[in-house]
C-alpha cells in the first residue's frame, strides 16, 4: 500500500513539476539601461467630466487612490487637455479662451486645473503634461502665433490661478500629424515660434513629439533630413503601441530608432475596460514596451471612468467615477495593476539589462534599480506557474519583499523572502502580477468612507441653475459639443440661466470628425429612460435650439430631437438634427417670436413620439427604431439660452430593478454592465431555473437580452404557463423588451420566467439573461381618434392646371403618387384652393410638394376677401405649417415665388386640439368633453388626457378651460 501510495504521488509531483515554467532573473547592478520616466494617465477628451461633481469626502477619497503616493495607484504623471469647447472623445473639454478677446485674460473652465492641483497637492513630485485636440475659431492656423499665444494663456492661468507648474508639453494636435510635410511644419513652428514665445514667458517645458498617430515614429525620418529640429524635441511618442497590426507603421520602433537614444514613451495606451484583464494588461504590456521597444513611460487613457453613458468609449479609467448624484463609484483592477509599478519604482530609476525578460506563454518581467540606493525591484506578470530563480550581482539584500496581486485577491503583501548565497526562488501562481523589491513603505490604501450604494441618475429631475455662480457647469450635464455654462438670463427673465457659448466653429480645426455631433449638444440621464418627457425654457438668439430624447450609444447619435429655428421653422429629427436626411417631420410655426422665452417639450410613450411648443401639441410621430436612451439639448453655434429643464417619467409602466425586493431569483447570479437597467442582470443556464416578480397591476413587461447562447424563456402568471419567448439572437442585444401582458385583472400578481429544458437549434446554449421588469397599475386607454383631415371631401380648384391627370383634385386624393400641377408657363400667383361647405376652425396646414419647386407662398382664408393667416419659403418634400387658429369655409395656398410651375402630391388641413370632439369646429360640444373628461377624476398621461389637457400639465382642470375660452372667441 505504501509503495502504491508513494508511486502515485510520484506521478503527481511530475504532473505539477511538468506545469511549471522556471527561468533564472539575474539581477545585475552593473547592467544599466535606460531611465524609468515614470507611469502615469490622461484626463482628456471628456472622460472625467462627472468625477468633480461627487460631494465630499467621497471625491477625496477617489483622488487619494489615484495620486497619494503609496497608497492606490499612486501616479507618476498626470496628463490634462487643453480644452477647445469641441469634442475630444468622449466629450468637449471648455476652452480658457473660446474668443480672441479672452486669450488676454483666460478663464478657468472646467475640471482640468482643479485636478492637476488635487494631483500636484497629495503628491508634489507627481509630472505634469499637456495636450491639444482641437482649436477654437478663431485661430488663424494650426501652426500659427495663435497656437503658441493660447498654450502659453494656459500654462498662466495654471500657474496664476491655480499655482501649479506645468512640466510637458505635446505642442501638436493629438494623433492627427501624419504627413511627412505636415511634420516638417510642426517641428519648424515649434523652434521658430512656439519654443521663443514659451521662453518669452518664463517657461521652459519639455517637448514631446510626436504624440500618437499612425505615424508617429515618422518623426526620425524628419530628423535624419532636418537634424537642426532634433535636439529640442525631448521624447517621441506612440499610442496603443503594443495593439496596432504588426504591418502598422507607429507598432514598436525600429532597431535604428532605439539606437538614436532619444526618449521612447507610450504616451497614449489602454486602462481596458474595468476587467481583470485590463490590470494584467497593463503590466505585461508595459513590460513588453520596454524588452521590445525601450519604451519607458506609460500613460494609460483615462484617469477615470468618469463620463456620461451612451458616447464614445466609456468605461475606460482606472476608477469607475460617473454616478455623482449617488456618490457611487468602483475601484477597477487596473488601479492595483499601475500600483505594481508606481509603488516599487521612481522617476529616473534605470533598467537593469541583465534583469528583463520573457516568461513562457505572455509572462515577463523588467527589473529597474535606484542609481542613487542600492534598492530595487522586479516587476513580473506570469501567465503560467513559474519558478523563478534569482541571482544578485553588484545589488545586496538579506531579504526581499514580495507584492502579490491575483484576480480573487488584489495588492497582497505576501511573507519576505530570505536571500542566501545572492540569491532565491520565487514561485508564482498563473495569471498573477508580482513586484519584488527591497524597497519599503508600500500600501493597500482604502477608501476613509464606506462607497455608497450604486443609485440610478434621479427621474423626475429638474435644473433651474439659481444656486450657480456665473460662468458655472451644472451638474451631471455633460457637454458632448460646444460649451454650456450659467449666465444671467436674457429676454427680460430674471435669475441664472444655461447659454451655449461657443460662437462658432472652424471645421477644420476639429479633432476626428467621426466623434463630433454637427450642433451643440449637452446631455444628462439613464441610457434606460423609456417613457418620458422631457421639457425646456428655451431663448434664441440666433440660429436653433432643440431637446431630445432616447439617445443613442453614441454622442453623434442625438436620439429623437425638436429643433425649432428663430423664425419658428421646427423639424423633428433621428440622430442628427443638420443632417436633411434624418428629418422626421418638419413645419413652421406662424407668428413665433423668438425675442421671448418659450417652452420646448418632447414626450416619448411606447413608439409615439410627441412634440410641443408653448404648450401646444405641434406633432406626433410614429417610430420604434429606439425605445430608450438619454435626454440631451443644444443649439446652433450661437448664444442661445435654457432654463428649467425638466424631465418626468409618463405612460402607464413603471421599472422595477432585478434586485428589488419584489425579485426572488434563488440560484440566478448576477453581473453588472452600464447597458442594464440598475447597471446589473441575473442570469441561469440551468433547465428548471425559476426567477419570479410580485407586484399589484394590470400588467407586466420583462426585459433581458438576446445573445447567440440565449436559451428559452417559459413565462407563467401563478400556476399557469401563459407563453414561451426564444431569447435566441446571432448578435448581442441588452435590455431588450423580451415579453409583454396587458390584459391582467387589476390585482396582485406573480409573474415567473422559468429556464426551459428546450432551446433555439442555433443557440450554443440555454442562458437566460433578465434585465429587470416593469408593472403597470392602470389600464391601458383606448387611443383617441387621430385628427380629422378636413381637406378630405373639399371642393377644390386652382388657377390652372397641366392637364386632367393634373386636376386640383389630386392633391386631396391620399395618393402620394398622384399630384396637381399648375398649367405651363404659370408661375408665381398660382393658387390651390379648398372649399369646405362649411366653416371650420384650423391652425395647422401639411403639404406635401413635388421636386422643391416653390420658393415663397402664403396660407390664406377667406373672409369676405382672401386674408393671410401664414407666409412660408421653402415647402420640400413634406412641410407642417402651424398659425394662429382661423376659422372659414375656405383655404388657398397661394404661390409667391416658383422655379418651375408648382406642383402638390398632398395638401392636408387639420383643426386645432381645442376640436376636442374632432368635428372641425370648436363650440361649445368641445366645453362639455372637457367638462366630462375634469369631472372624471383620471387623467392619462399615455394619451395627452384623451386630448383634453390642452396645456400639457398632465391634468385637465380651469386652465384648460380658459385655453378652450379663448379658442371659442373665434
Known amino acids: 500500500m505504501r509503495k502504491y501510495l508513494l508511486s502515485i504521488l510520484s506521478v503527481l509531483l511530475s504532473v505539477v513539476t511538468a506545469s511549471f515554467g522556471s527561468a533564472v532573473i539575474n539581477v545585475n547592478g552593473a547592467s544599466e539601461g535606460r531611465s524609468f520616466d515614470g507611469m502615469g494617465a490622461w484626463s482628456s477628451g471628456g472622460n472625467s467630466r462627472l468625477l468633480i461633481d461627487y460631494e465630499e469626502p467621497y471625491r477625496s477619497d477617489i483622488l487619494d487612490m489615484l495620486f497619494k503616493p503609496n497608497f492606490g495607484a499612486s501616479l507618476q504623471h498626470l496628463r490634462v487637455e487643453i480644452g477647445s469647447g469641441f469634442n475630444s472623445t468622449s466629450g468637449a473639454e471648455p476652452s480658457h479662451a473660446i474668443t480672441r478677446d479672452e486669450l488676454s485674460d483666460p478663464v478657468s473652465r472646467g475640471y482640468e486645473f482643479w485636478l492637476m492641483k488635487e494631483a500636484k497637492s497629495r503628491n508634489a513630485d507627481i509630472v505634469l503634461d499637456c495636450m491639444l485636440f482641437a482649436f477654437p475659431y478663431w485661430f488663424t492656423g494650426q501652426f500659427s502665433q495663435d497656437t503658441a499665444d493660447y498654450i502659453v494663456a494656459f500654462l498662466d492661468e495654471a500657474k496664476n490661478e491655480w499655482g501649479v507648474e506645468l512640466d510637458w508639453i505635446a505642442p501638436t494636435k493629438t494623433e492627427t500629424i501624419n504627413d511627412y510635410d505636415e511634420i516638417v511644419e510642426n517641428l519648424s513652428w515649434c523652434k521658430n515660434t512656439f519654443i521663443p514665445t514659451m521662453n518669452s514667458h518664463g517657461y521652459d517645458l519639455n517637448i514631446l513629439l510626436l504624440d500618437g498617430g499612425w505615424w508617429a515614429w515618422r518623426i526620425f525620418e524628419v530628423f535624419q533630413t532636418h537634424p537642426e529640429y532634433e535636439p529640442m524635441v525631448d521624447a517621441c511618442g506612440g499610442h496603443n503601441i503594443d495593439q496596432k497590426p504588426s504591418n502598422a507603421p507607429c507598432t ?18 489602454t486602462a481596458g475596460h474595468g476587467t481583470w484583464n485590463a490590470a494584467t494588461g497593463i503590466v505585461e504590456r508595459m513590460n513588453r514596451l520596454y524588452i521590445k521597444g525601450k519604451i519607458t513611460n506609460m500613460q494609460v487613457w483615462n484617469v477615470v471612468d468618469g463620463c456620461a453613458e451612451g458616447v464614445n468609449w466609456t468605461k475606460s479609467g482606472l476608477i469607475k467615477a460617473d454616478r455623482p448624484w449617488s456618490n457611487h463609484y468602483e475601484i477597477y483592477p487596473a488601479v492595483w495593476g499601475v500600483a505594481h509599478y508606481t509603488q516599487f519604482t521612481e522617476i529616473g530609476w534605470k533598467y537593469l539589462k541583465d534583469g528583463c525578460g520573457y516568461l513562457s506563454g505572455s509572462g515577463n518581467y523588467v527589473t529597474l534599480k535606484d542609481p542613487d540606493t542600492d534598492n530595487w525591484s522586479t516587476i513580473i506578470y506570469s501567465e503560467n506557474p513559474e519558478t523563478l530563480e534569482f541571482n544578485l550581482t553588484g545589488v ?12 480573487s485577491r488584489h495588492f497582497v503583501k505576501t511573507a519576505d523572502i530570505t536571500v542566501t548565497n545572492n540569491s532565491f526562488t520565487l514561485n508564482t501562481l498563473p495569471d498573477a ?6 524597497a519599503a513603505g508600500q500600501r493597500k490604501g482604502e477608501p476613509s468612507n464606506a462607497i455608497p450604494s450604486y443609485e440610478p441618475f434621479p427621474m423626475p429631475y429638474s435644473e433651474d441653475f439659481e444656486e450657480y455662480n456665473d460662468g458655472a ?7 458632448m459639443q460646444g460649451t454650456f455654462e450659467t449666465a444671467a438670463c436674457k429676454g427680460g427673465r430674471e435669475g441664472k440661466c444655461l447659454e451655449q457659448i461657443v460662437p462658432r466653429v472652424n471645421e477644420s480645426y476639429l479633432w476626428w470628425p467621426q466623434v463630433n455631433p454637427s450642433a451643440a449638444m449637452s446631455l444628462f440621464g439613464d441610457m434606460t429612460w423609456r417613457d418620458y418627457e422631457f421639457s425646456a425654457d428655451v431663448f434664441i438668439e440666433d440660429g436653433f435650439v432643440y431637446v431630445g430624447g432616447r439617445k443613442g450609444d453614441h454622442q453623434v447619435k442625438s436620439g429623437y430631437c425638436f429643433v425649432i429655428s428663430e423664425a419658428g421653422s421646427w423639424k423633428v429629427t433621428y440622430d442628427d438634427v443638420a443632417a436633411d436626411d434624418n428629418v422626421l417631420e418638419r413645419g413652421s410655426k406662424g407668428g413665433f417670436d423668438s425675442s421671448k422665452w418659450h417652452n420646448l417639450k418632447i414626450r416619448f410613450i411606447d413608439g409615439q413620439i410627441r412634440c410641443y411648443l408653448d404648450s401646444e401639441k405641434i406633432c406626433e410621430i410614429e417610430d420604434t427604431r429606439r425605445k430608450a436612451g438619454q435626454a440631451c439639448f443644444g443649439s446652433s453655434f450661437d448664444l442661445n439660452q435654457f432654463d428649467n429643464l425638466s424631465v418626468k417619467p409618463i405612460g402607464r409602466w413603471s421599472m422595477v430593478d432585478d434586485k428589488d425586493q419584489s425579485v426572488y431569483c434563488p440560484g440566478w447570479r448576477s453581473f453588472n454592465s ?8 441575473m442570469y441561469n443556464d440551468q433547465a428548471g431555473g425559476t426567477l419570479s416578480f410580485s407586484f399589484e397591476g394590470s400588467g407586466f413587461r420583462i426585459f433581458g437580452s438576446r445573445r447567440a447562447d440565449g436559451g428559452i424563456a417559459n413565462i407563467y402568471v401563478g400556476p399557469h404557463k401563459i407563453d414561451s419567448v426564444d431569447c435566441y439572437n446571432p448578435s448581442m442585444k441588452m435590455h431588450e423588451l423580451l415579453y409583454e401582458s396587458n390584459n391582467l385583472s387589476f390585482g396582485n400578481h406573480n409573474v415567473s420566467v422559468v429556464v426551459s429544458d428546450q432551446k433555439n437549434s442555433a443557440s450554443s446554449n440555454s442562458m437566460l439573461v433578465i434585465d429587470g421588469f416593469a408593472k403597470s397599475e392602470i389600464s391601458k386607454p383606448i387611443r383617441p381618434e387621430p385628427k380629422v383631415n378636413l381637406a378630405t371631401g373639399a371642393m377644390t380648384s386652382a388657377s390652372s392646371s397641366w392637364d386632367s391627370d393634373y386636376s386640383p383634385k389630386k392633391s386631396i386624393d391620399g395618393d402620394p403618387e398622384t399630384r ?18 362649411r366653416k371650420v376652425t384650423f391652425n395647422k396646414v401639411k403639404i406635401k410638394e413635388f421636386r422643391e419647386r416653390i420658393q415663397g407662398y402664403k396660407l390664406q382664408y377667406y373672409d369676405g376677401g382672401w386674408k393671410d393667416a401664414f407666409f412660408g419659403g421653402l415647402i420640400g418634400s413634406d412641410k407642417t405649417d402651424i398659425f394662429p387658429a382661423v376659422s372659414s369655409d375656405r383655404m388657398r395656398l397661394y404661390v409667391i415665388n416658383a422655379l418651375l410651375s408648382p406642383s402638390i402630391y398632398e395638401i392636408e388641413v387639420y383643426s386645432t386640439q381645442e376640436d376636442l370632439d374632432n368635428d372641425g369646429q370648436v363650440d361649445m360640444d368641445d366645453i362639455f368633453f372637457l367638462a366630462a373628461s375634469w369631472l372624471n377624476g383620471e387623467c392619462s398621461t399615455y394619451y395627452d388626457c384623451y386630448n383634453a389637457d390642452l396645456n400639457s400639465d398632465e391634468r385637465v382642470d380651469i386652465k384648460d378651460f380658459v385655453e378652450q375660452a379663448e379658442e371659442l372667441t373665434y
Open 396 to 407: 545586496s539584500a538579506d531579504t526581499v519583499h514580495v507584492w502579490r496581486t491575483t484576480s
Open 473 to 479: 457647469t451644472a451638474k451631471y450635464l455633460s457637454d
Open 674 to 681: 452600464d447597458e442594464l437597467y440598475g447597471n446589473s442582470a
Open 433 to 438: 502580477m508580482y513586484s519584488v523589491t527591497t
Open 252 to 269: 514598436y520602433p525600429s532597431q535604428e530608432i532605439i539606437d538614436t537614444g532619444k526618449k521612447l514613451w507610450s504616451s497614449g495606451d
Open 820 to 837: 396637381w400641377n399648375a398649367g405651363a408657363g404659370e408661375l408665381n400667383g398660382s393658387w390651390l384652393s379648398l372649399d369646405f361647405g
